[in-house]
């Protein structure tokens, strides 16, 4: 057994209502024998700090058991300001800023803002990291709710993701990245890393910590950075990451998102629990125009209600587990090389990997089928959909293992 401790450096700074907060590195994990590098980042939105106080506790039991490990586990805190002041964010959403666009604007500014500052730092920290060559980098991105909520993961629909994401152990929900643009998740997964998100629960919810503890062990055995064996405590973290999400289906599609601004006037109406069930045509919320109903039958999803935030609720749809099967059996026959076939689809210009999509021809069964085939729907252009293919939707990887 070999291992070290490396600067476990914020272990004890306040998160909020302090002069100093947290600092940007909560601490580094690393063994001697070579292995996977398990990226965490906690606190992209200052409201959320139930993911830096889990990291501090995962490192602090790394340190007191120093089990057997491989590679090494980096975490990171996010918006550090937002943090000290326990807001969701200062200028602007930092979970929104992931862009090229955004990332020029930010190094360009002659007066950055504080989430510009934030931004650059953070990837100056990960770039060592991300930049590696191999195939053996995840990144996992801790949030919590402002609605009651029991724990899930998102992610980016590719086989890596699933296959990482699955080990976790608690439900998924897909296709997110379709409806917001900026996440970090996204811009890490399309430099190749395997990526998810955890939501834990609601924000003040001490249970949220916990869930995040929790499934941060889950995910060192799913990285193969430790072994089941030589950390028998996390059987028992299952059975409780089990019971804290209770009876919720295995996977869900989000179908639609509603988005808000200051001046919508957007009020969510109160009792609405993540991922409750809701009828079409039932009144969710109230904005200067009157009631806001849910546009098809399905879950409310990240429900608003909190001050900041631009979404103000999406809708999901459970899918079935032998979709996914299915799904998975398509793309490693790469039958997404010809989805230019069906009716109203075409490949676009000097780009294979990007299709689009006539919405006056295509039907919406060719539109699920290219969910199928690993495409994501990236924007609306001159009356089309244009979906693209991350290009490192392939196999899984051999990190999988424990």
């Given amino acids: 057994m070999s291992h070290s401790v490396r600067a476990v450096a914020d272990a004890q700074a306040p998160l909020r209502g302090a002069r100093e907060g947290p600092k940007r590195l909560i601490g580094l994990f690393g063994g001697y024998a070579p292995g996977p590098t398990l990226v965490c980042v906690g606190g992209l939105h200052g409201n959320e700090p139930a993911g830096v106080l889990a990291l501090r506790r995962l490192l602090a039991r790394l340190e007191d058991s120093h089990p057997p490990f491989r590679g090494e586990l980096l975490a990171l805190a996010g918006n550090l300001e937002a943090l000290r002041l326990g807001r969701r964010f200062v200028d602007r959403d930092l979970n929104r800023a992931w862009t090229r666009r955004q990332i020029a604007r930010a190094r360009s500014a002659s007066r950055p803002g504080t989430e510009d500052r934030e931004q650059l730092e953070l990837m100056a920290v990960m770039a060592d990291t991300l930049d590696r060559n191999g195939d053996e980098i ?48 996204e811009f890490v997964n399309e430099r190749g890393p395997v990526t998810l998100g955890i939501e834990a629960g609601q924000h003040e919810d001490p249970a949220s910590i916990d869930n995040h503890e929790r499934a941060l062990w889950m995910a060192l055995m799913a990285s193969g950075n430790v072994r089941e064996r030589d950390v028998p405590w996390v059987r028992a973290m299952r059975r409780e990451l089990r019971q804290a999400y209770g009876a919720l289906p295995g996977v869900f599609e989000v179908r639609y998102r509603r988005g808000v601004n200051e001046t919508d006037g957007f009020r969510m109406r109160p009792g ?10 039932e009144i969710l919320a109230t904005d200067r125009d009157g009631p806001v109903r849910a546009p098809e039958a399905g879950r409310v999803f990240l429900p608003l209600y909190q001050e900041l935030g631009d979404d103000g609720f999406f809708i999901v749809r459970e899918i079935s587990a032998a979709w996914l099967r299915v799904s998975s059996v398509l793309r ?40 199928l085939l690993g495409f994501r729907k990236k924007r609306v252009a001159r009356g089309a959909f244009v979906f693209s293919r991350r290009p490192h939707d392939r196999l899984p990887r051999r990190g999988h293992r424990r």
């Fill in 138 to 185: 995840y990144v996992v991105d801790l949030h919590t709710t402002s609605a009651d909520s029991a724990p899930f993961v998102t992610l980016g629909d590719t086989l890596h993701n699933r296959a990482f994401a699955r080990r976790i152990g608690l439900p998924l929900v897909l296709g997110i990245e379709e409806q917001i643009e900026g996440a970090l998740l």
């Fill in 272 to 281: 609405y629990r993540n991922l409750q069930p809701v009828l079409e045509g």
């Fill in 332 to 371: 490693r026959l790469r039958m997404d090389a010809i989805a230019h076939w069906l009716p109203g689809i075409h490949r676009a210009r000097r780009r294979p990997e990007t299709l689009i999509v006539d919405r006056r021809v295509a039907r919406w069964l060719a539109i699920e089928l290219l969910h």
